[in-house]
């Protein structure tokens, strides 16, 4: 085993305008928000510096997830992406200050999914949400979970195990949805944190470049009140109220602007890797979760 990630650090969305993502981040998440001069938006969740950065570009789009290493291993991170041979960018001194790092890389996973890997990302001011009672589980176990496609699924899903040190929480496997389509396979894997998965690998597109992202609130109630929210925006619900069978997650998903999928949600269940054996699921969820894409 390679590196091991700590946690999903932050995410990079690219807008043609940032501040439509400052408005729900606000005002149906319950972040903290604000744009700088250049039009890049930070969004804050917890004790750390932002967690969704949103810039100004020519399409709507997921850019990258930024994945936290521990700052004693990041020397051993190069050294194994040089072994690899992989084609590894650094960040410069601009893009480090932007992210509040203190160093950062970045390439491709197999399937083309562009990723960074950083250290040195203090812990920022305290967190205190605009709308009353919000709160996220959050801090050490990361801003959440992201699922990326992944069309070379095996190649893609070694990588981030035997590189970058993921561990395997679920292989699930579904139904093809449609005859003339293949199934569905999702790898759940874990970081170094007790949350059930920080990533998850699709064997399928996602327009937007990133199948779903997800922001666990610490109560029930925040998540039936953030779904009026969404409801009351007019925002599209892609998934209804649900459980997942996996991670125990009570959680509904809608459509974010660039098209990304959100799913909120309470509940996600916490492991000890020592004693945990991977599983494989051949059932999504216990109940709920009816799925519906605009188009």
């Not at 932050?10 to 606000?26: E, F, K, N």
């Not at 997830?65 to 960040?91: H, K, P, R, T, V």
Request: with cysteine.
């Amino acid at each position: 085993m390679g590196i091991q990630i700590q946690s999903l650090g932050y995410v990079i969305i690219d807008m043609q305008d940032p501040a439509a993502w400052l408005d729900v981040g606000v005002n149906i998440l319950g972040f903290n928000g604000q744009q700088d001069d250049s039009g890049t938006v930070k969004l804050k969740m917890d004790s750390a510096p932002s967690r969704y950065l949103i810039q100004r570009g020519d399409t709507d789009r997921f850019v990258s997830a930024g994945w936290q290493c521990s700052s004693d291993q990041y020397d051993a991170l190069l050294a194994d992406f040089s072994q690899q041979g992989m084609a590894i960018e650094q960040g410069n001194q601009d893009e480090c200050a932007m992210r509040q790092v203190k160093a950062f890389v970045k390439g491709l996973d197999p399937s083309g999914n562009a990723f960074e890997v950083f250290h040195g990302r203090d812990d920022d001011a305290a967190f205190n949400s605009p709308l009353e009672g919000c709160g996220f589980v959050a801090d050490d176990l990361g801003m959440g979970h992201l699922v990326l496609p992944a069309m070379d699924h095996a190649a893609t899903s070694d990588f981030y195990q035997s590189v970058l040190g993921f561990g395997m929480s679920d292989d699930l496997t579904l139904p093809p949805p449609m005859a003339e389509m293949p199934e569905m396979c999702i790898h759940f894997l874990h970081a170094q944190n007790p949350r059930h998965h920080s990533l998850g690998l699709f064997n399928g597109p996602a327009p937007s470049g990133v199948v779903h992202l997800m922001a666990e609130y610490t109560t029930l109630d925040q998540v039936g009140a953030c779904l009026d929210r969404v409801n009351k925006a007019g925002l599209p619900i892609t998934a209804t109220l649900g459980r997942h069978a996996n991670d125990n997650m009570v959680s509904f998903y809608f459509l974010a602007p660039a098209g990304i999928p959100v799913e909120i949600g309470f509940d996600g269940a916490q492991f000890d890797w020592a004693t945990f054996e991977p599983t494989q699921s051949t059932v999504g969820d216990l109940w709920g979760h009816e799925y519906s894409f605009p188009g």
